[in-house]
DNA sequence: TGTTGCATGTAAGGGGTTACATGATTGA
DNA sequence: TCAATCATGTAACCCCTTACATGCAACA
């Protein structure tokens, strides 16, 4: 019942279409979040049923309405409940640290390249999240607990930090298995 | 298909019965995976019938036979390409943050809450983490590519990391929530 | 005329959790 | 005698990804 707190989340900021969401997931939430329409359509019509959305159609572009969900009462209760309730870690199941366990099985210089290109990935991802900061500090309302952009700005604030702990990571793995590498190849 | 190279992993170190895998995944490997015995038993079984593992069977202490799993040079091959495959990232999910995120639909006090009960977890794993690090190193096996050590200790170093970035961020979101709570209260 | 964006849906299959089920040995 | 450890399996269910499917409007 994950995805369900997800929606809650976005939909109780302002009303949203399953598109919006699905644009949301896509763009700034992707750090946070994924999920595809697929999952995403017959979600919002299960809350709907179970009276935690309800929704508004329009005419849309395609075949079909547009359908815009807005949270209830009952939904914003939810909400609540989950926020305040223990959480319950899940193991992070992050591949890239999966294949660094496994570095004995791996060719080192194939593995190196790897966590090399993810060190680049990384530095682009801080430079995206640098300008995201400062257009939230820039709109005022980080202060104010009760604005959407207070909580946006925790959540990229462990971006960057996370993304700042695995930068060094990645580079001083590469040096070790260049390392191993260069060693090896000396050896043999 | 990531279970399997967990699994890959796992039984090319040595040779392991479904019950060690189970017992790994919750010991020293939860940083890194997990997975339930009732997925691990049908996945070996699986594995041993693609080609990548071979069993052999010995008396076991319950009604059933035990079953001593070990990989072939197919298991072997599958292991190696999959290390030198592309990493494609995906979206972390991590409850957590998506928790901070919804900081605004929440009770302040009570989400505050929530991040000091992790930080003290975090504390402990840290200290955790620090007892696996001087034992691994003082094996002697860190600096040997073909040991198993040698990627266990980077992938203890990517937990330890992450762990020291999100500690303080988890301080700090205590901090602003608790001045946003404090705020709140005065102004109410 | 062909691609991108808006907008919604279904179906098939892979992956994962929880619960059910059995039974011997060892230690409190 | 009660609980924990060793040891393996199945079944039901939930969650998620990939692929199939429709159709208008705007732009190149």
Redesign the pocket.
């Known amino acids: ?4 707190h997800v929606l809650l989340v976005l939909i109780a900021e302002r009303p949203h ?4 969401v ?2 949301r997931m896509r763009q700034t939430m992707s750090m946070i979040w ?6 995403i ?5 299960a809350m709907e049923a179970d009276g935690l959305l309800t929704s508004e159609a329009s005419a ?9 969900y807005a949270v209830t009462d009952a939904g914003r209760r939810e909400l609540r409940t989950w926020l305040g309730s223990p959480y319950r870690p ?2 992070p ?1 992050d591949e890239l640290v999966l294949r660094a366990f496994a570095a004995a099985s791996a060719d080192p210089a194939e593995l190196a390249a790897v966590y090399e290109e993810e060190a680049a990935q990384i530095q682009g991802r801080l430079a995206r999240y640098a300008a995201i900061r400062a257009e939230l500090e820039a709109s005022g309302h980080t202060d104010d607990p009760t604005h959407p952009a207070f909580g946006h700005l925790l959540s990229l604030l462990h971006g960057i930090a996370v993304a700042e702990a695995r930068l060094p990571w990645c580079l001083d793995t590469v040096r070790r298995l260049r390392a191993a590498a260069d060693g090896g190849d000396l050896v043999t």
Do not use: F, I, N
């Not at 994924?34 to 999952?39: E, F, G, K």
């Open positions: 019942m994950r995805l369900r279409t399953g598109y919006d699905t644009q994924s999920a595809h329409h697929s999952q359509y017959p979600e919002l019509s849309g572009p395609g075949p079909r309405e547009k359908k815009t899940k193991a199941k």
